[in-house]
């Protein structure tokens, strides 16, 4: 018997005891009867169904697993943990929990309330504050590349609080690229011409300047919306229409051969 290192059980320090005859692990194995007397002493027999299985948890302990009949539990187990601190010593019980099987129904995975809001979320009256600490937002004063400057604005206060840093900008930028608007959806893929040749096209300021803007064509679909220079519709300014038939139509002709005819003579 070789000793290993002991861990915690129930706030007692246990010695374990790895055994080259496996008994321990087999007194926890056949310890069927007693994980299903505590699982029917927690919930009745009428919940208790079928052993499943059983999985050890270390070298001194082990989870029997029986079905749960319990409504609304569909896939859980009733799982009995059982433990010993050593060979020709008793099995007892640690715990009796339930737990949910492979195919079971469990809630989604906890999500913070202010990750959980998605665009579109938003309504009227609501209100959504920033987290101080959000990446996408610096001082309003770093803006300015002169020092001056940002030392007399923020002195001062002049100007906004905070404006978009650039993680925040690259952020604006990769989701209107890859939206509604960007140069990948089916409307700009079938338009004749992109934004940036558009009469209607008015550029954004700034770093996005060379590859937003705003649509101020009422008849698009993206009117008021910032659009990526590569995007595109049917609306395009410089798009003509051309405005001949286009049903092949002969040439008249003039058949004035009937001019030269000879009077007919009288007999």
């Known amino acids: 018997m070789t000793p290993v290192n002991p861990p915690l059980h129930n706030g007692v320090m246990t010695l374990l005891l790895t055994l080259d005859d496996g008994s321990v692990q087999r007194a926890l194995t056949d310890a069927v009867d007693l994980a299903r007397e505590a699982a029917v002493e927690e919930a009745g027999p009428e919940q ?27 896939g859980w187990h009733w799982s009995v943990t ?20 492979p195919d079971a129904l469990v809630a989604p995975k906890w999500v913070p309330w202010e990750r959980r809001v998605r665009p579109g979320d938003l309504g009227v009256g609501d209100i959504f504050p920033t987290d101080a600490e959000d ?32 993680y925040g900008r690259l952020e604006a930028a990769s989701r209107w690229r890859s939206g509604e608007f960007g140069p990948r959806s089916d409307m700009a893929r079938s338009a004749p ?22 649509c101020g064509n009422e008849i698009a679909p993206a009117d008021g919306h910032v659009v990526n220079v590569e995007y595109g519709c049917g609306a395009h300014s410089e798009i003509e229409v051309e405005t001949t038939s286009s049903v092949p139509v002969a040439e008249l002709v003039y058949d004035d051969s009937l001019l030269d005819m000879e009077p007919l003579r009288e007999q």
């Open 48 to 74: 208790v169904g079928a052993h499943t299985g059983v999985h050890f948890e270390d070298a001194v302990s082990a989870s029997h697993l029986f079905e749960a009949a319990v409504p609304g539990y569909r």
């Open 82 to 101: 059982v433990a010993t601190a050593g060979p020709d010593l008793p099995v007892t019980v640690s715990e009796v929990v339930l737990t949910p099987g």
């Open 135 to 166: 990446p996408r937002l610096v001082p309003g004063y770093l803006q300015s590349d002169d020092p001056a400057v940002e030392e007399v604005a923020h002195e001062a206060g002049l100007g906004r609080v905070r404006v978009l840093s650039r």
């Open 193 to 214: 011409a992109s934004c940036g040749t558009c009469g209607f096209y008015l550029p954004l300021a700034g770093s996005l300047r060379a590859a937003f803007g705003v």
